[in-house]
């Protein structure tokens, strides 16, 4: 079964950082394309980062800016997120998705994700 479970969410003032963990059962980081998503309290779910599992090419939303990086690690079947100089408006549940097909690139829409973790809080501090 296809099962994805995120950590390392918290509570951070500004300009601090985190690494949110998006750690992989049923299958392995190398098969399918991973994404980053994030809800904030009374906003729609945006997509935030994705790695392609052919290739490792990334894509960012606009607003990531360079504060954002994605990237996985097949030793320990796990993608990552690092986010650094946070901001009070990252605060959102962020959310790890699987995409079940090999693919060179990966994009953001939620709907063509197939499997979703149950999320971890990010909570920055002003």
């Known amino acids: 079964e296809v099962q994805v479970v995120e950590s390392g969410g918290g509570l951070v003032q500004a300009g601090g950082s985190l690494r949110l963990s998006c750690a992989a059962s049923?299958?392995?980081?190398?098969?399918?394309?991973i994404g980053w998503f994030r809800q904030a309290p009374g906003k729609e779910r945006e997509g935030v980062s994705c790695i392609s599992n052919i290739g490792g090419s990334t894509h960012d939303a606009d607003f990531v800016k360079g504060r954002f990086t994605i990237y996985s690690d097949s030793a320990k079947n796990t993608v990552y997120l690092r986010i650094n100089r946070l901001k009070p408006e990252d605060t959102a549940v962020y959310y790890c998705?699987?995409?079940?097909?090999?693919?060179?690139?990966?994009?953001?829409?939620?709907?063509?994700?197939?499997?979703w973790g149950q999320g971890t809080q990010v909570t920055v501090s002003s």
């Open positions: 998705a699987v995409e079940a097909i090999s693919s060179d690139r990966c994009d953001l829409n939620g709907n063509e994700y197939d499997y």
């Open positions: 049923g299958f392995t980081v190398d098969d399918y394309v």
